[in-house]
């Protein structure tokens, strides 16, 4: 069975939409009303994913009806993503080290946070990406500050568990339960995590204990 994040955008995108429409209406919407909110001309396209959705686990349909779902999981894990004219509202997760790593225990993603704490993120700096994928973390630390990342500020992340050599990305080491903000480097059996700090060496660690948890998209400075 999917996951969000193995779903397309377009199928995400479609269950974001029922979710907002039975919260605000109490009822699904039509296949015509979704086609219109997610720009797809094709009602036969819409119905092509929604077909999709339910293999997956996320709706139910019954036949032959205009409204005929049923939502059985969120679209945005509970976490809900709101959208204001030029501004989105994205979770901050909470902090993640820019320095040696440090012990951060809590869920499944390694991080504790509060659900409610949501900041403004300028649309721009999130791009083309999905934003139920984004989220926010402060960054504790001074090895990424030729990267131009200080300590105390915001970086903005795509959620991924792959990434190319050079990118900058929040990483859980496994066999140390700790998290790390650096850019990855693929070298066969072992990844380096490379600080942006000369004074600061590099961390290497086994392929296998290593898991990327999300690449930054942009960064948010804090003024003192």
């Given at each position: 069975?999917?996951?969000?994040?193995?779903?397309?955008?377009?199928?995400?995108?479609?269950?974001?939409?029922?979710?907002?429409?039975?919260?605000?209406?109490?009822?699904?919407?039509?296949?015509?009303?979704?086609?219109?909110?997610?720009?797809?001309?094709?009602?036969?396209?819409?119905?092509?994913?929604?077909?999709?959705?339910?293999?997956?686990?996320?709706?139910?349909?019954?036949?032959?009806?205009?409204?005929?779902?049923?939502?059985?999981?969120?679209?945005?894990?509970?976490?809900?993503?709101?959208?204001?004219?030029?501004?989105?509202?994205?979770?901050?997760v909470?902090?993640?080290?820019?320095?040696?790593?440090?012990?951060?225990?809590?869920?499944d993603?390694?991080?504790?946070?509060?659900?409610?704490?949501?900041?403004?993120v300028?649309?721009?700096?999130?791009?083309?990406?999905?934003?139920?994928?984004?989220?926010?973390?402060?960054?504790?630390?001074?090895?990424?500050?030729?990267?131009?990342?200080?300590?105390?500020?915001?970086?903005?992340?795509?959620?991924?568990?792959?990434?190319?050599?050079?990118?900058?990305?929040?990483?859980?080491?496994?066999?140390?339960?700790?998290?790390?903000?650096?850019?990855?480097?693929?070298?066969?059996?072992?990844?380096?995590?490379?600080?942006?700090?000369?004074t600061?060496?590099?961390?290497?660690?086994?392929?296998?204990?290593?898991?990327?948890?999300?690449?930054?998209?942009?960064?948010?400075?804090?003024?003192?």
């Open positions: 069975m999917l996951e969000l994040e193995q779903l397309s955008d377009r199928q995400r995108a479609i269950l974001r939409f029922i979710e907002t429409e039975l919260d605000k209406t109490g009822f699904p919407p039509t296949i015509r009303e979704m086609g219109k909110a997610c720009g797809i001309d094709s009602t036969s396209v819409v119905n092509y994913n929604l077909n999709k959705l339910a293999d997956a686990g996320f709706i139910t349909r019954t036949p032959d009806k205009s409204r005929g779902i049923k939502l059985l999981k969120k679209a945005l894990s509970e976490i809900q993503i709101a959208i204001t004219n030029n501004v989105y509202s994205v979770p901050m909470g902090k993640i080290v820019a320095s040696e790593p440090v012990p951060h225990p809590g869920d993603f390694g991080y504790y946070y509060d659900k409610e704490d949501l900041i403004p300028p649309r721009s700096l999130i791009g083309s990406t999905n934003p139920s994928d984004v989220y926010a973390l402060t960054v504790s630390g001074q090895s990424m500050i030729d990267a131009m990342i200080n300590d105390g500020d915001i970086v903005i992340l795509k959620r991924q568990v792959v990434a190319q050599n050079g990118e900058m990305v929040a990483v859980w080491l496994t066999e140390r339960n700790e998290t790390t903000l650096k850019c990855f480097f693929d070298e066969g059996t072992k990844v380096r995590l490379q600080p942006a700090n000369p600061m060496l590099p961390i290497y660690v086994d392929k296998d204990k290593v898991q990327i948890q999300g690449r930054v998209l942009a960064v948010m400075r804090t003024v003192n």
